[in-house]
C-alpha cells in the first residue's frame, strides 16, 4: 500500500465498497492466494487456493495460475 498514492487509494476504496454487481448469476471460480494481505484468505469462499500467493501472485506465480486456468477450461469442455 505504501507504493500507492492517497488519490488511488481512496479512488480504490470507494470502488470495493460500493461496486455495482451486474450479475449475480455467474458460474465464477476464483484463484486466490493464501498470503494476500490486502484481501485475506479468511474472508473469501469457495476458491481455488495458491499457496504463498500474495495480492502480486499474478506476477510471480503466473505459471501455476495459467496451469490452474487450462485444467478448468478443459474441464469445462
Not at 455467474?26 to 474472508?43: A, C, N, S, V
Amino acid at each position: 500500500m505504501r507504493v500507492r498514492n492517497e488519490k488511488y487509494l481512496n479512488w480504490a476504496i470507494h470502488n470495493m465498497l460500493y461496486w455495482k454487481n451486474k450479475s449475480s448469476e455467474l458460474d465464477l471460480i476464483q484463484i486466490h492466494g493464501t498470503r494476500d494481505e490486502i484481501f485475506p484468505i479468511k474472508y473469501i469462499e469457495d476458491c481455488v487456493p495458491i499457496e504463498g500467493g500474495t495480492h502480486a501472485m499474478i506476477i510471480v506465480k503466473a505459471k501455476k495460475i495459467s496451469v490452474i486456468i487450462e485444467n478448468l477450461l478443459k474441464n469445462d469442455t
